[in-house]
């Protein structure tokens, strides 16, 4: 396994203060996109949600069911200390591969770019799986190459390759509305799952 893969790589950068990816706020984009959600009764899960601020604004806004899931117990703590108060966020700290429930929409922010592209194939399946039927993946995905890794880049065409089999491609596009640092290097997409015939 790869450094990058154990909890003690991604326990030690927080513990370092190594997070370029943290923008210490609710990603731009994904605050448009949960503004426009009308229904508050949606199962959520957000997958290596780090600082989690994405579910902290989603208990803000009158949702009810929210699942945050991180590799790392140090993050994990902390987002329990600071969460405590929210009766609709559950908290997970374990593998997002082992993970077991369902979902109406997932939210992506940071974690497919985290893992190592060889288990994109395996990442597009686990969604695939933990959500409902029709159910929602929705978040950002990078339109750029990095010189270092981890973040792991892509692009638009590997995507509707990788996702196309078993998501309907709704949306995939140029961020219009990215965080200043990543103006340009970002694709919102929304992606629904669809019934596959075996």
Partial sequence: MSDFLTQDYWNDRYEAGQTGWDLRMVSPPLKAYIDQIT??????????????????????????????????????????????????????CGDFFAHENSYDLILEQTFFCAIDPSLRPRYVDKMYELLNPSGILAGLLFNVQFPENPPFGGNKAEYETLFSEKFNIKILETCYNSFSKRAGNELFFKFRRSEISV
């Fill in 39 to 92: 229904n508050k009764d949606i199962s959520i899960l957000i997958p290596g949600c780090g600082s989690g601020y994405e579910a902290e604004y989603l208990a803000k806004a009158g949702f009810k069911s929210i699942t945050v899931v991180d590799f790392a117990p140090l993050v994990v703590d902390k987002m329990k200390q600071s969460m405590s108060g929210y009766k609709n966020i559950n908290i997970v």
